[in-house]
């Protein structure tokens, strides 16, 4: 079955004490990235990936980051979290047709940082 | 800056009756759009796109109508079936530039009535 997996699902943690959000996609995609959702604010882009070993930041990459060592794993690095990380976190990758495209999402790491 | 706006946070709908769920956008960039779907605990998952060369897309209940000088975009689900009941998000994409990052609109709350 074709899908995008993260662990873990939930996560309460203290503030700078690292952790890593896994995600692994089975449909060898290249295109992968992570969102956050807020309430009133919808999925804004944290990083992404076109490639592996090629990385870049998306809208909000301030306290996070990111790597692509083989195509399918792009886990999400909090090296010192703090509360205005706590998020629903969502992990996705890009099939690409010949005129189309569309993102599978993961389902969701709920973080939260006291 | 709101790139991608869903003015309405709910709507409620009579099972069987339409469903319009309305999206504006403000960069004249985007030529790709899609729309998704999220159910509680879970991530969203994609129901139809269409990009900036066509008006009209059509996928069984679903149908997506594009205004690009007005710069909206409009989902119509008919007829409304109570499994329709879920966050929809509007996205868009400026994919003729080859980039696949999606900006996300702040989501319209659906709930269909029996």
């Known amino acids: 079955e074709a899908q995008v997996t993260q662990n873990p699902r939930y996560l309460i943690t203290v503030t700078g004490k690292k952790l890593t959000v896994t995600c692994s996609q089975n449909m060898n995609h290249e295109y992968m990235s992570w969102y956050r959702q807020d309430p009133g604010l919808g999925l804004r882009q944290i990083y992404y990936?076109?490639?592996?070993?090629?990385?870049d930041k998306g809208d909000v990459p301030e306290g996070y980051k990111v790597s692509r060592k083989e195509k399918r794993n792009f886990p999400l690095i909090l090296e010192s979290p703090s509360p205005n990380q706590t998020s629903l976190y969502f992990c996705?990758?890009?099939?690409?047709?010949?005129?189309?495209?569309?993102?599978?999402f993961g389902p969701g790491t709920r973080l939260t940082v006291t | 800056d709101q790139q991608v706006k869903q003015n309405s946070p709910s709507l409620s709908v009579q099972e069987g009756r339409i469903s319009i769920l309305n999206c504006d956008y403000t960069n004249s960039m985007f030529d790709y759009f899609l729309w998704y779907k999220k159910y509680p605990a879970e991530g969203p998952t994609f129901l139809i796109s269409i990009s900036s060369i066509k008006d009209k897309n059509e996928d069984g209940r679903f149908t997506v109508f594009l205004n690009k000088s007005a710069k909206h975009l409009s989902l119509h689900i008919v007829p409304s079936q109570p499994g329709d009941s879920a966050v929809y998000f509007c996205?868009?994409?400026?994919?003729?530039?080859?980039?696949?990052?999606?900006?996300f609109g702040t989501g319209t709350r659906l709930t269909i009535i029996p």
């Open positions: 990936s076109m490639n592996v070993e090629v990385t």
């Open positions: 996205a868009a994409s400026a994919s003729r530039f080859g980039n696949e990052k999606l900006t």
């Open positions: 996705a990758s890009t099939h690409r047709g010949a005129s189309s495209y569309e993102q599978y």
